[in-house]
């Protein structure tokens, strides 16, 4: 018997802090409590490499880590969404498309934007360093796309500087001359930096012919950037890299914020008004300064989120416990690592700088280890070196829950065909003597409706994606058989543990969501407990009145020479049953979600339009069992070119 849940922690975002909280799960589970990452993308990007990344030292599949097959290690749910409200004295998180989602504890670890984006033409023409997801994705394009000659960088902190070297590298490769870069900000370059850190990257940026400049941005056009000054800098390219701004989700959390718009923070991590409540990395802001060293104001560096997971994970569970939290103190200086280009680095601390390719190994070094420690995955899928198996978790291969839980096709048959043939009824049109997707029988009135009913056991751990997918395939089978849904009845078993009520909550808001937008009316339905959750549903459907009832689509319908079309990929099982064991990617999660959400309504009436005669509702028992009936009942065979079958990434 699995542990009841008793306490539900919610992770909002990827970052630096929150992947070890992930993993340190994984090593040491705590019994009771369930675990749910809510992020809107898929990979978390590590800073440290992105300068690498633009000087060609590293791809960029390189810099990513998948918080998805991390996340299902360490026996966490999670939900592809983004966050756009907290309701914190109801203890419940606000998501854009889905119900709220209760939490007995939360933590914010969702970045930072950048500072003056609203300035004319930042947006139209930069190319903005955060999201750094993006910045990576769009880079290598513009790069291309303008080869440019002319570039100045935005922001004179620690990121700024990179840039302006790792370009200026770059750019001379490329083009095989130099380029000419201005780094422009509104300070000295590494002004929050030691003196002997700041001196060394002067000289580093005058020998590599980089123009420093004191300035603030006006406007930004296609050809020039404007300052406020009234003076222009000819430019081919803009790379903003201003410093951290807070996101417009800080103001919808209904939490106490620092002066500077950032989540107000104790030295425990906790807000300043909910002690369920955490933040860590850039969104957040110490209270009275550095996390109990009042006046020490953070910059926003990795390094602090990077070393702020292993508390976190250590008040959350003191938290639960009912222990005492401890304090996060930050060092005063960490050992700077800038990168330069040409394989070479920047370091410095306190009084120390130095320059070189053993700076470089050394950051090259650092950097990955990071990742690997987080690489769940290599990038063909298999197991990365080093990181433990699912096997060797005492992760247990999936049974076919992920195939709709049904009985095996032929197994079903044989017990059906042991019963005496039912009584007759002149109101059938046609049911189980004649199996088809929905069954279909004439009122009174000579209407004709269909019928049919559907249900699985959870594929996922997500209630309310479970809800959804299983509305839409029942009513599915009325489109295979051309109805359209009219009416429906639920019937849901939910575990018997401390949140079933929510669990419910969840299903029948996706059940809802689904049946509301198709114009279906939820006519009443069952709840029950039993060891695990399943979602059925009963659906009443009409045929079109313009249709007789020989001439909706059957499996039996096929005419030799007909051609098989598909209106979605294949291999939702694979994907269910990798997923379940953390061997999927989170972009084929993304992938295989977006393809169980969209519903065969509009391919039905399509197929409807043309002249479809046989359609049938490809689920649980996969292309060939499905084909196999509609074969069997038309008598004829098929021919199948395997390349041809689209398949889900």
């Keep these: 018997m699995p542990e009841p849940v008793r306490s539900d922690w919610v992770l909002v975002g990827g970052g630096h802090a929150h992947i070890q909280v992930l993993r340190r799960f994984l090593m040491a589970p705590l019994a009771g409590v369930r675990l749910t990452l809510v992020t809107d993308r898929a990979e978390a990007v590590y800073s440290g490499c992105v300068p690498g990344f633009v000087a060609g030292d590293y791809a960029a ?36 498309g889905r119900p709220p989602l209760a939490y007995d504890a939360i933590s914010f670890d ?66 095989g001359r130099r380029p000419e870069v201005t780094l422009l900000g509104d300070a000295p370059p590494l002004s929050d930096a030691a003196g002997a850190l700041q001196r060394r990257a002067r000289r580093l940026l005058e020998a590599r012919g980089v123009t420093v400049r004191r300035g603030e941005v006006a406007s930004i056009s296609a050809t020039a950037l404007r300052l406020v000054d009234g003076s222009e800098v000819p430019t081919e390219l803009v790379v903003w890299a201003t410093g951290a701004a807070p996101l417009p989700l800080h103001k919808e959390l209904a939490l106490p914020l620092a002066a500077d718009g950032f989540l107000s923070v104790r030295a425990t991590l906790q807000s300043v008004a909910h002690d369920n409540v955490f933040a860590v990395g850039d969104c957040a802001a110490f209270e009275g300064g550095g996390g109990g060293r009042r006046g020490l104001k953070l910059p926003k560096a990795g390094v602090y989120a990077v070393r702020q997971g292993p508390l976190l994970d250590h008040n959350l569970r003191a938290l639960y416990r009912g222990h005492r939290l401890r304090r996060y103190r930050p060092q005063r200086d960490f050992l700077k690592l800038l990168n330069l280009g040409e394989r070479r680095a920047l370091a410095g601390k306190w009084s120390f700088a130095t320059a070189g390719a053993t700076a470089f190994r050394l950051k090259d070094a650092i950097d990955r280890r990071f990742i690997r420690r987080f690489r769940v995955l290599d990038s063909d899928g298999g197991d990365a070196a080093g990181f433990p198996s699912p096997e060797s978790m005492g992760m247990k291969p999936m049974d076919c829950g992920g195939c709709a839980a049904k009985l095996e096709a032929g197994g079903l048959s044989r017990a059906l065909a042991r019963l005496s043939p039912a009584p007759q009824d002149a109101t059938q049109l046609f049911g189980l003597d004649e199996p088809d997707d929905a069954a279909a029988f004439r009122t009174q009135s000579g209407d004709v409706l269909l019928a049919s009913i559907d249900g699985f056991r ?46 419910l909550y969840q299903v029948m808001a996706g059940v809802r969501f689904e049946l509301d937008a198709r114009g279906v009316t939820l006519l009443g339905g069952h709840s029950s407990i039993g060891p695990e959750l399943t979602v059925g549903l009963s659906v009443l459907g009409a045929a079109p009145e313009t249709v007789s009832a020989d001439a909706l689509p059957r499996k039996g319908a096929l005419r030799p020479g007909d051609a098989l079309l598909l209106s979605r990929a294949l291999g939702a099982g694979v994907l269910l049953a990798a997923d379940m064991q953390g061997r999927a990617h989170g972009h084929e999660v993304a992938a295989l979600q977006a393809a169980l959400l969209r519903s065969n309504h509009l391919a039905a009436r399509i197929a409807r339009a043309h002249g479809v005669r046989a359609m049938t509702d490809i689920s649980g028992f996969g ?27």
Excluded: Y
């Design 458 to 503: 959870a594929f996922s751990d997500d209630p309310w994606l479970v809800g959804r997918v299983a509305t839409l395939n029942a009513l599915s089978d009325l489109h295979a058989t051309g109805g359209h849904p009219r009416h429906a009845l639920v019937w849901v078993t939910a575990p018997d543990e401390t949140g079933a009520e929510e669990t």
């Design 61 to 96: 599949s390189e810099l990513a880590i998948d918080c998805v097959p991390l996340a299902r290690r360490a026996g966490a749910r999670v939900l592809l969404a983004e966050a756009r409200g907290l309701e914190p004295d109801a203890r419940r998180l606000l998501i854009v």
């Design 110 to 175: 969702v970045g930072s934007t950048l500072r003056g984006l609203d300035r004319p033409g930042v947006r139209a023409f930069a190319l903005k360093t955060r999201p750094i997801k993006d910045f990576v994705a769009t880079f290598e394009a513009r790069l291309q796309q303008a080869r440019p000659e002319q570039v100045v960088v935005v922001g004179a902190g620690a990121a700024g500087v990179e840039l302006a070297f790792t370009l200026e590298a770059r750019l001379r490769a490329t083009l």
């Design 623 to 649: 292309l060939a069992v499905h084909l196999g009936e509609m074969l069997r009942a038309s008598e004829l065979a098929a021919r199948l070119e395997v390349a041809r079958v689209p398949t889900l990434p």
